[in-house]
């Protein structure tokens, strides 16, 4: 095979595929290459609002319809039933105790909920068929894919770069005028090109071990959590978070029977369980915590066990004259938060708009150089957020303070985005945003290094004042006592902080399929 294509993405996970599909749409001619095969299980499984309606506003304007009805839970088990995914209503965290054996009690709980109903919430996505369904969805468009492709160098030729490597025994070699790499962390171009890893400054060193379960009991039928109240959605229909000192555990439900589990910890803790021994380590972990144990009682690992025993990446380059990394392939910090989802989406939106206004231009190179400062600023942004999770996983009411900087951030910006007002949150955490970007810098290194109860305290206040200009979701309502529910009349009383009128604010509700009046579905 020896043929030339504008573009050549190399990876097919869901943003490879994704951006194979978009610059298609532009008129380029696209080439998808992957190393493996689909099916394939990879870490990174839950969504949230705003990845969602980055999706759906990519697939809007690209025309991918079959894409854009994978945005909702409703629409996707409407029109894909056989696409195995999971209900995400929230996040659900829970605190553990060093010794603690009982049900976690409600001042060790924040539960944040992001919406107000199922047939608008978010999903887990489940990697094996949604990955292949994008790959399949970019071959039916039109972009030339090839599988189980083992590429061994990269060259410039002319204006094109040059790619070789072997499929079935046989030599490949084709060339493009431009490069996406969505290979991840320490992927092709990474060791290709020779470009060498940065520290996250901030983040601590951390590793994960996972794998996928049947038999997992839900939280709810083992009373492993006390509920004094109603909480603002089912505990377990969320992306459930178990913190402890030193560390995080996951548990995602989807619903083919199939719950995602995994643990990722400090090196010093991940050193301690020996998360390298895979399933004798699980088991380990199990027995710290009670209620784990008997969630889990039941359960049997449905695919090898994985360790990642370096989770933190940083490219020191993201772009050249002809390649660029993806956000994915740039960087990661750390599951939590899912924070590597809307940061890659962002990622796509920017090359998209490069490759639609710029391509073939003499501002390409300019544009290029400007979305790879803006990924790597993106990146420390999360690595300062993770960092500040970390140093207070043991201090459970300062870390949930901590978190709602992220969930302050990140509502603000999907309510912008859906009122038409991108240009208020034009970057992930806001981290640019003129009141609350540096504020939110500085209160999290104070963070970082809060060692005293007082300290604890002083920072928890500071926290509440920087996120009040964006704060639309009633995050600072202390009577809440960490059970936050999606409460329309919070984003209409702070409507002015992105610009918007009462009735915009209620007329956007609606088109998003959310009766502000009675907090469910709007009418069709």
Not at 427 to 432: A, N, W
Not at 444 to 458: K, N, P, T, Y
Request: charged fraction near 20%.
């Amino acid at each position: 095979m020896k043929e030339r294509f504008d573009v050549a993405v190399i990876g097919s996970g869901f943003a490879g595929s994704l951006m194979a599909m978009i610059a298609q749409r532009l008129g380029l001619r696209v080439i998808l290459l992957e190393r493996g095969r689909h099916p394939r299980v990879v870490i990174g499984e839950s969504s949230t609002p705003l990845s969602n309606l980055l999706l759906e506003e990519l697939a809007t304007r690209y025309n991918l319809a079959n894409i854009r009805t994978l945005s909702k839970w409703g629409s996707w088990r409407e029109n894909h039933p056989e696409l195995a995914c999971g209900l995400k209503r929230g996040f659900s965290f829970f605190y553990h105790a060093p010794g603690h054996a009982g049900p976690v009690a409600r001042e060790s709980q924040l539960l944040v909920a992001a919406s107000p109903h199922d047939a608008i919430a978010d999903m887990h996505w489940y990697r094996a068929d949604f990955d292949a369904y994008l790959a399949e969805e970019a071959q039916r468009l039109g972009v030339v894919y090839l599988d189980e492709v083992e590429l061994r160098a990269i060259a410039e030729e002319g204006l094109d770069v040059r790619l070789t490597g072997t499929r079935h025994g046989c030599v490949i070699e084709f060339s493009a005028r431009f490069v996406v790499d969505a290979t991840g962390p320490r992927g092709f171009l990474h060791r290709a090109l020779g470009l060498g890893e940065l520290e996250l400054p901030g983040a601590p060193a951390t590793a994960a071990l996972y794998s996928h379960f049947s038999g997992v009991h839900r939280l709810d039928q083992t009373g492993g959590v006390t509920m004094e109240d109603e909480p603002p959605f089912p505990v377990d229909d969320a992306a459930v978070h178990h913190v402890f000192d030193g560390g995080w555990i996951w548990v995602l439900r989807f619903s083919n029977g199939v719950t995602s589990a995994g643990i990722a910890a400090t090196e010093g803790l991940a050193k301690e369980l020996r998360l390298i021994d895979g399933e004798a380590a699980w088991e380990r972990v199990l027995h710290r915590i009670p209620i784990l144990r008997e969630q889990f009682q039941d359960a049997k690992a449905v695919q090898s066990f994985r360790n990642i025993p370096r989770l933190g990446f940083r490219s020191a380059r993201i772009s050249g004259r002809n390649w660029v990394l993806l956000p994915s392939a740039a960087g990661f910090v750390d599951p939590l938060f899912s924070t590597g989802f809307p940061l890659t989406l962002l990622g796509v939106t920017r090359l998209a708009n490069i490759f639609e206004d710029d391509w073939g231009a003499e501002s390409f190179a300019t544009r290029l150089n400007e979305y790879a400062t803006q990924t790597e600023a993106e990146l420390l942004a999360t690595a300062r957020l993770i960092g500040a999770l970390y140093a207070n996983f043991g201090n459970f009411p300062l870390f949930s303070a901590v978190s709602l900087l992220y969930f302050a951030a990140a509502s603000y910006a999907e309510t912008a985005r859906r009122l038409g007002r991108p240009q208020l949150a034009p970057s992930f955490l806001l981290q640019d945003h003129p009141q609350f970007g540096a504020a939110c810098t500085r209160v999290l290194e104070r963070a970082r290094a809060a060692h005293s109860e007082a300290d604890s305290e002083a920072i928890i206040e500071e926290i509440r004042r920087v996120i009040e200009p964006v704060n639309v979701a009633g995050l600072t309502n202390s009577a809440r006592r960490n059970w936050y529910p999606v409460d329309a009349e919070d984003l209409l009383r702070a409507a002015h902080k992105v610009g918007a009128s009462r009735d915009e604010v209620l007329e956007m509700l609606e088109r998003c399929g959310f009766n502000a009046a009675t907090s469910s579905p709007a009418r069709p």
